[in-house]
């Protein structure tokens, strides 16, 4: 029997939890949206203050001899509660002592990218299903102008208009934009996309402009293309893929450093308490009885939305309103 079946204890796997850890699967973008905020406690308040207080000019002019106005602020509070996200795959002794030595580790990581996948694929499906709905916006906007329509859609003035609208709501100015692949193929298509951001001095004839380059045309940290695709179909049924994000696009704010002290539009909790997964690999210790082993990923996490003004969404734009 191999060194790895005999080990009687829980341990955690160093090397496929730097498999975890550093695979990305690709168009996974719900961090970008809800970034992690690690917490100490399964459930607990967060502090929302009131932004007209902060924002309200004070007269702090006074009068010799007299005390300093007093001043105040006002606060509410919100609670998370984090969940319990755990996959695992189970190796029977018999494709252990079958298999070529050389290729066991290659089909452990393969199997944990695997359940990294899984779980990515999860958290995206949650915060998109967060993301996408009108509850949790400032505000829901669709254009008059389809933007399959090269020729007359204006992505670039509706970006701008809800731009502004934001700021103006707000007193934050958007740093990040989201595109479901599906409005990104039709934006960077647009005439006044490619006069814009790429070459103004030929109409039509700019090339396609990368993310980078909208976002500094923009003025913006990060423009993003989502581009993840899931199954929705069940078990044992024809695979029907559909792409999470479709044809919408999402401008909001969320501060540099995440953190409970900065406003956001949406944070994901992760309970990070000393013991706990955090999309480490466990493997669990070698049953006799049934001559397997297995090996887990897990972690905790809430996704919550912390402020529903910092997020404007422009609504399947490739449909004329």
Sequence with gaps: ???????????????????????????????????IV???????????????DMFRREDAQRADGDEAKIIKFGASSDFYNVKDYALKFR?????????????RMLTEENRTRFLVDKHMLDWETRV???????????????VASAWTDATNA????????????????TGYVPNRMLFGWRAWNNFIQANQVRNSVMNPNVSGG?????????????????VIVAAAVRNTADEAQTQTL???????????YVPPVPSVEFPSWMYSFRWNAPGLPNMNV???????????????VGYYQDEKITNAAFCHWLRAVNSSQ
Excluded: C
Aim: aromatic fraction near 10%; proline fraction near 6%; charge should be negative.
């Design 154 to 169: 204006v992505p670039v003035t509706n970006i701008m208009t809800v731009r502004q609208n934001l700021f103006l709501g």
């Design 282 to 296: 466990e493997r669990h210790p070698y049953d006799t009885r049934r001559k397997v082993y297995e090996v887990e």
């Design 1 to 35: 029997m191999s060194e790895l079946l005999q080990g009687g204890k829980v341990h955690v796997d160093r090397h496929l939890t730097n498999v975890a850890l550093n695979y990305r699967p690709s168009g996974f973008i719900a961090a970008e949206i809800a970034p």
């Design 38 to 52: 690690p917490v100490m406690k399964r459930s607990d308040s967060y502090i929302n203050y009131t932004q007209a």
């Design 128 to 142: 998109a299903s967060l993301a996408l709905n009108t509850a949790n916006v400032g505000s829901t906007v669709t």
């Design 206 to 222: 700019g090339n396609f402009p990368m993310p980078d380059a909208v976002a500094r045309y923009f003025s913006m940290d990060r």
């Design 91 to 103: 190796m029977t002794l018999e494709d252990e002592l079958n298999r070529d030595p050389e290729y």
């Design 242 to 252: 559909s792409d999470i994000w479709a044809d919408n696009v999402l401008i909001y």
